[in-house]
């Protein structure tokens, strides 16, 4: 069965610093991978998903994600954050094996300082 | 509808009374997903609907909890019993039903039993 782990629950990072948010996830098939991003009570949004192609993926508000198979990882990435980007961050993976369903981590909480 | 409905947005109820939530997909969605959000916790799978069949019922937490979908649209989670423990947000998603695309959430249905 599939299962995502987000290996860090809070992220405290300086304004216009780098950011990676780490998530590895269990799978015995092929996987399509999600990044999801809750703003302070805003209901969540697709960041950006990876489904095949190109490993490295990017998505809205400047953020990106590479797939590494090996490791079985999907990890967000920003070079400079900002205040606005302080939110609850889900990984999320489907696969055939689970019916197409979307598990979800637990998230990572990213709160961005001044 | 132009998005995810959900109905109530909050509810406040005593313990021991059942509950009903109402969920309303984005017209065309084959895919429905419920799923729970506790205080601090992260997102934490009940069910999956494709069409009318739940083909994947495995995180409901206990058999109070049951969900139900007709004529392959609007959904309802049904709470027997309630204890404080099922004090959450309960969120409602759907998708075009393969693998591939996106879950669009709806805003929630916060749940508090006093």
């Known amino acids: 069965a599939q299962s995502v782990t987000q290996l860090d629950s809070q992220v405290p990072v300086f304004e216009e610093a780098p950011v990676e948010l780490r998530c590895n996830y269990s799978?015995?098939?092929?996987?399509?991978l999600f990044w999801y991003v809750q703003y302070p009570n805003q209901g969540l949004q697709l960041l950006l998903k990876?489904?095949?192609?190109?490993?490295l993926v990017k998505g809205i508000n400047g953020f990106e994600a590479e797939f590494n198979k090996s490791q079985t990882s999907f990890h967000l990435r920003k070079p400079s954050v900002h205040i606005s980007d302080t939110a609850e961050y889900f990984c999320a993976v489907s696969d055939g094996a689970g019916g197409f369903k979307t598990i979800f981590g637990a998230g990572t909480r990213l709160f961005v300082k001044a | 509808g132009a998005g995810v409905s959900q109905s109530p947005s909050n509810k406040v109820t005593e313990k021991g009374k059942d509950v009903e939530l109402r969920c309303d997909p984005i017209?065309?969605?084959?895919?429905l997903y419920w799923y729970r959000q506790s205080l601090g916790q992260g997102l934490e799978f009940l069910i999956y609907?494709?069409?009318?069949?739940?083909?994947?019922k495995s995180g409901l937490p206990s058999d109070r909890f049951s969900a139900e979908r007709t004529g392959g649209s609007v959904s309802t989670l049904t709470i027997q019993r309630t204890q404080q423990e099922d004090s959450a947000v309960y969120l409602c998603?759907?998708?075009?039903?393969?693998?591939?695309?996106?879950?669009?959430f709806g805003q929630g249905t916060r749940l508090t039993v006093v």
């Open positions: 017209s065309g969605h084959t895919a």
């Open positions: 998603a759907s998708s075009l039903g393969v693998h591939n695309t996106e879950a669009f």
């Open positions: 990876y489904l095949s192609g190109s490993t």
């Open positions: 609907f494709q069409g009318n069949s739940a083909p994947d």
């Open positions: 799978s015995s098939v092929s996987v399509y």
